[in-house]
């Protein structure tokens, strides 16, 4: 089911900052790089940004060549592979993967590295480079989001360490059909404090 979330900017903000929203990745290894899925601009005091938060997810594939295959819907638990058919590269469903938590893509293709990448409402989510033949990209994701503030980010661009070691503040979205996400703290001078983000008026699922 997918969850119905309310971005309302309470904070002391005087810098127009940009809230950065995404997930990490955790089937692979600690420094994996993410992807800022959703990057909300212009957000006044007081003002309000409501989005959709999908259970949903699609995985696509490109090829070395520079194409892009049909985004499929992805499960956990199911192996999506990148192979050469007689009309080219296509990506398909493969069965099971090895582990019920992942998504998983292998390339299978004779020859020539693919990126694989996975999209939640039509926004890139996640994305895994340069997976040579026979080797394959895995993709967990918690039921939690990550948000923060950061400056010239890029929705859809993956962030810099820096960034990602900056934004702390990690939102459990198990059990929630609908939530505020309250952002306080902020402002000018010696008495600012950094920024929160809590959720509230939480309807259960």
């Given at each position: 089911?997918?969850?119905?979330?309310?971005?309302?900017?309470?904070?002391?903000?005087?810098?127009?900052?940009?809230?950065?929203?995404?997930?990490?990745?955790?089937?692979?290894?600690?420094?994996?790089?993410?992807?800022?899925?959703?990057?909300?601009?212009?957000?006044?005091?007081?003002?309000?940004?409501?989005?959709?938060?999908?259970?949903?997810?699609?995985?696509?594939?490109?090829?070395?060549?520079?194409?892009?295959?049909?985004?499929?819907?992805?499960?956990?638990?199911?192996?999506?592979?990148?192979?050469?058919?007689?009309?080219?590269?296509?990506?398909?469903?493969?069965?099971?993967?090895?582990?019920?938590?992942?998504?998983?893509?292998?390339?299978?293709?004779?020859?020539?590295?693919?990126?694989?990448?996975?999209?939640?409402?039509?926004?890139?989510?996640?994305?895994?480079?340069?997976?040579?033949?026979?080797?394959?990209?895995?993709?967990?994701?918690k039921p939690t989001i990550w948000i923060g503030v950061a400056s010239q980010i890029v929705q859809g661009q993956?962030m810099n360490s820096a960034i990602i070691s900056n934004i702390n503040t990690e939102l459990s979205l198990l059990?929630?059909?609908?939530?505020?996400?309250?952002?306080?703290?902020?402002?000018?001078?010696?008495?600012?404090?950094?920024?929160?983000?809590?959720?509230?008026?939480?309807?259960?699922?």
């Amino acid at each position: 089911m997918d969850i119905q979330l309310n971005f309302i900017n309470n904070s002391n903000d005087v810098t127009n900052s940009d809230v950065i929203i995404f997930q990490k990745n955790v089937a692979t290894d600690f420094d994996e790089l993410a992807v800022a899925w959703m990057v909300i601009r212009n957000c006044g005091f007081g003002d309000n940004h409501p989005f959709t938060f999908p259970m949903s997810m699609y995985v696509s594939a490109s090829d070395s060549w520079g194409n892009y295959t049909p985004q499929l819907a992805a499960n956990n638990g199911e192996l999506y592979s990148m192979q050469l058919t007689t009309s080219g590269d296509k990506l398909v469903a493969s069965g099971s993967g090895t582990s019920p938590r992942e998504v998983q893509v292998r390339n299978d293709l004779p020859r020539g590295a693919i990126n694989a990448s996975i999209y939640k409402s039509g926004k890139l989510l996640a994305t895994k480079t340069s997976i040579a033949p026979q080797q394959k990209a895995v993709f967990e994701f918690k039921p939690t989001i990550w948000i923060g503030v950061a400056s010239q980010i890029v929705q859809g661009q993956v962030m810099n360490s820096a960034i990602i070691s900056n934004i702390n503040t990690e939102l459990s979205l198990l059990g929630i059909a609908s939530a505020d996400i309250i952002m306080t703290g902020g402002g000018p001078g010696p008495n600012s404090t950094p920024f929160a983000f809590n959720l509230e008026n939480i309807v259960t699922a």
